[in-house]
């Protein structure tokens, strides 16, 4: 059995790493960046043979990144998965950004992209005992994406899907933190292992944090989670006396857009200004002659803590198509405005919704990569409505559609509890979106104004 050696292993938290990740296997690096980019810990690793100089090697014109490519990956992958969940146990146990590191803590996160939604649970041990040992409790990646059928990807670049597992495996028994990996939906092999590692690193950060999305932060300064040291971790980090609270409203964000058809005239001003509960009858001003769309866009923003003026005169006469259409159109196209290039900002997060008896959790990033994809009860609702209170349920679906895809967000919607209507489904959805796009929209102040990608922008 070929014997590899780890140097230079390192995580840092909110620092960076002086040194390289350098596994051997091109995509693993690629993944282990994320760590760097998304839960803010400078990780290092360089992978090499006792009886081989890797300099010396790639001097000689070898393939470098993918020098190991061929050799015993399950080991390799054990080894660093091992490596940096010691490494990473040091700063769960020690606290980190977070005071609180006694008790068992917990976080979730939902990581979307355009063709992959996983979902990472993180739970710690009921003790701050560097002996405590976590475990992979569920793994459902495989298969990796959908091509070939039944079966999808075998190898990723040159790294083996089948050993992603034996990854996540030695990191959480070394770690000390139990992990949890659920496939929720995903066609391409590529994004599904992107989604799961990305999901680790952000719900890494909540928990090193004291922070989790589990809990329905129903406005700025209100939290309705039982958990009180979440809550006050929260607060502290987003509420309205954080450092992020008061970056976020120095930016001065707004857009705004006036626009005239045949078919529509249109009005929508955005201020991303932290609205202040009490504030809203004054400053969530809604009339589009729809009465569905005035209540949906209104608790959008009230859920967003954002100012909106939205006025529309359109063709109701004819239908709620072009009125609804054009609304989203411009809304969506003004918060891409008021959201600039986005750097310095959370950038992801997932929340949940609930209506009557409808709950829809909204997964968001704004990526600059337009997508949605939901499973809402829409074209086979309960009662088989055509019409969601007045606007019509193909128009609701085609609202969502717009709305994203202007607004330059990747976006996945999960119905967690069918509605009695479809009406509260919308505005469950409604209350989810506008809590998700909050907290993306919030700037982390550690991230100091740089964007929160491993490719270093989201413009390209």
């Known amino acids: 059995m070929t014997s590899f050696t780890l140097t230079h292993t390192t995580c840092l938290d909110l620092s960076k790493s002086p040194h390289p990740i350098s596994t051997g296997i091109g995509f693993l690096d690629h993944m282990v960046d994320q760590l760097n980019s998304h839960a803010q810990i400078g990780v290092s690793v360089t992978v090499g043979k006792d009886d081989v100089d890797d300099a010396s090697a790639a001097a000689t014109g070898g393939d470098e990144v993918n020098r190991y490519a061929e050799e015993d990956q399950g080991v390799i992958m054990a080894q660093v998965g091992a490596a940096i969940g010691a490494e990473l146990k040091k700063i769960v146990y020690s606290g980190g950004s977070s005071s609180n590191t006694t008790g068992v803590r917990s976080s979730r996160f939902c990581c979307p992209l355009d063709e992959a939604l996983v979902e990472c649970i993180l739970t710690t041990a009921n003790s701050s005992s560097q002996q405590q040992q976590g475990k992979l409790t569920t793994f459902t990646l495989p298969p990796y994406g959908k091509y070939p ?8 670049g040159t790294m083996k899907t089948q050993y992603v597992e034996t990854f ?5 028994s070394t770690s000390g933190v139990n992990i949890s990996l659920h496939k ?32 329905n932060y129903c406005s700025v300064g209100s939290c309705s989670c039982n958990n009180n040291a979440a809550a006050a971790a929260f607060e502290e980090m987003w509420g309205v006396k954080s450092e992020s609270y008061t970056s976020s ?113 909204v997964t968001m990033d704004l990526s600059n990569r337009p997508c949605i994809t939901h499973n809402l009860s829409l074209s086979c609702n309960p009662n088989d409505e055509e019409y969601a209170g007045d606007l019509s349920v ?60 491993s490719k270093g922008t989201l413009s390209v």
């Open 149 to 156: 059928s039944n079966k999808g990807r075998s190898k990723i």
């Open 168 to 172: 996540f495996a030695s990191l959480a």
């Open 184 to 215: 929720i939906r995903g066609d391409n092999g590529h994004h599904v292992v992107e989604s799961a590692f990305k999901a680790f690193s952000r719900a890494l950060r909540n928990l090193i944090d004291g922070t989790d999305t589990t809990s």
């Open 249 to 361: 409203l120095e930016l001065c964000r707004e857009g705004k857009l006036e626009r005239s058809t045949k078919e529509t005239l249109i009005l929508v001003h955005v201020w991303l200004n932290g609205l202040a509960k009490g504030q809203e009858e004054e400053c969530v001003v809604v009339d589009t002659g729809i009465k569905t769309m005035d209540e949906f866009v209104s608790i959008l923003a009230k859920e967003a803590c954002m100012s909106v003026e939205v006025k529309c005169k359109g063709d109701l006469y004819v239908d709620d198509h072009h009125t609804s259409e054009d609304v989203s159109i411009a809304l969506g196209q003004v918060l891409n405005t008021a959201l600039g290039t986005k750097a310095g900002l959370n950038r992801m997060w997932c929340a949940v919704g609930a209506y009557g008896d409808a709950e829809v959790e």
């Open 394 to 453: 193909e128009m609701l679906d085609h609202v969502l559609e717009s709305l994203v895809m202007n607004n330059k967000a990747t976006v996945h919607i999960v119905e967690k509890k069918v509605g009695k209507s479809v009406l509260e489904t919308a505005l469950a959805t409604a209350m989810a979106y506008g809590r998700a796009l909050r907290m993306c929209a919030a700037v982390d102040p550690r991230r100091a104004g740089k964007t929160a990608s």
